[in-house]
Antibody, heavy 124, light 111 residues
Framework: QVQLVESGGGVVQPGRSLRLSCAASGFTFSSYGMHWVRQAPGKGLEWVAV????????YYADSVKGRFTISRDNSKNTLYLQMNSLRAEDTAVYYCARDGVVGATTRNNWFDPWGQGTLVTVSS | QSVLTQPPSVSGAPGQRVTISCTGS?????????VHWYQQLPGTAPKLLIYGNNNRPSGVPDRFSGSKSGTSASLAITGLQAEDEADYYCQSYDSSLYVWVFGGGTKLTVL
């Protein structure tokens, strides 16, 4: 079955770095765009970043632009999120999510499925 | 402040019908972008409920339906059941922000 499993979360001090991973299985990973979406404790969902199925395009939310980098290794069926210069407001559960349709990501895209999420806590 | 506006909470008795609204603007829903809906049960990841305004993925009961008109969209749930108690989020794309956007979420309580 289609499955996404995030890892790499934890407690980190402000200004430090962390790298999240998302292992995909049950589908042709290299054919789908992938996203990171986060949810601060008790808050709603916030889209963070997207990477095209072939890695050719990457886009970010303004709140993370210049600090976070999304990447993928299609040979390992794995998505990454490198997070640098972390701030307290980055504290959240980070979910990876797949594009709803195969091929190029479109603006009408939806997210399905989602991983179980990994908690990142930025605190001194 | 979310780009898409949802009521913070709605409630209904078992068997009743409830609707959840999602209000946007001319740069997202009003621009013609599709609206999608997710259900997040307590302590779990979001799950796709409706895609492309009014399409249900396989496995989603036909008690759930979506609609869109102008700058707004709605999720309707009929025959309310206890297991429907969850947070519901709408999602679309915003062409002025160049990002995918979510509503603030609506907590559904089954009385």
């Amino acid at each position: 079955q289609v499955q996404l499993v995030e890892s790499g979360g934890g407690v980190v001090q402000p200004g430090r770095s962390l790298r999240l991973s998302c292992a995909a299985s049950g589908f042709t990973f290299s054919s789908y765009g992938m996203h990171w979406v986060r949810q601060a404790p008790g808050k709603g969902l916030e889209w963070v970043a997207v990477i095209w199925y072939d890695g050719s395009n990457k886009y970010y939310a303004d709140s993370v632009k210049g600090r976070f980098t999304i990447s993928r290794d299609n040979s390992k069926n794995t998505l990454y999120l490198q997070m640098n210069s972390l701030r307290a407001e980055d504290t959240a559960v980070y979910y990876c999510a797949r594009d709803g349709v195969v091929g190029a990501t479109t603006r009408n895209n939806w997210f399905d499925p989602w991983g179980q999420g990994t908690l990142v806590t930025v605190s001194s | 402040q979310s780009v898409l506006t949802q009521p913070p909470s709605v409630s209904g008795a078992p068997g009743q019908r409830v609707t959840i609204s999602c209000t946007g603007s001319s740069s997202n829903i009003g621009a013609g972008y599709d609206v999608h809906w997710y259900q997040q049960l307590p302590g779990t990841a979001p799950k796709l409920l409706i895609y492309g305004n009014n399409n249900r993925p396989s496995g989603v009961p036909d008690r759930f339906s979506g609609s869109k008109s102008g700058t707004s969209a709605s999720l309707a749930i009929t025959g309310l059941q206890a297991e429907d108690e969850a947070d519901y989020y709408c999602q679309s794309y915003d062409s002025s922000l160049y990002v995918w956007v979510f509503g603030g979420g609506t907590k559904l309580t089954v009385l």
